[in-house]
């Protein structure tokens, strides 16, 4: 009896290491939001904030957010790279998603950097609507 015990036991730790593993491995598939959900969309940049409120604006960047696969590349320590920090604002005035874009191919969501293999991130968009808003 206790030899079996000590094999279940020592099947815990490889069991947490696969959950682990898989948890870092699966991507992040888009945001999962409805554009016409969308009140506004508040971006900042090196601390000056915009609000996108254009149906047309919103529709694009909340398109580009869903079609998005997300790979977690590393751990993220602090804010050392300047990027645009997207706040979406439903409808009911809740904030849905807070993601900042550092390229097209590179974006982070909490407290990791994660990378878009098919480059489908807004950035260019974004980054022509925050130059035209300023």
Do not use: Q
Request: hydrophobic fraction near 40%; charged fraction near 20%.
């Amino acid at each position: 009896m206790k030899k079996k015990l000590k094999k279940a036991v020592g099947f815990i730790p490889l069991f947490i290491i696969i959950i682990v593993v898989l948890w870092y491995k699966v991507p992040i598939n888009g945001i999962r939001c409805y554009p016409e959900s969308v009140s506004k969309i508040d971006i900042s940049y090196k601390g000056v904030s915009i609000s996108i409120t254009d149906t047309n604006d919103i529709d694009f960047i909340i398109k580009s957010l869903n079609s998005i696969s997300l790979n977690k590349v590393i751990l993220k320590i602090g804010d050392s790279k300047n990027g645009y920090n997207i706040n979406i604002y439903s409808t009911n005035k809740n904030i849905l998603s807070n993601i900042t874009v550092y390229s097209s191919e590179t974006a982070s969501i909490g407290s990791f950097f994660y990378t878009d293999k098919n480059s489908l991130l807004p950035y260019d968009y974004i980054k022509n609507i925050y130059s035209n808003g300023i």
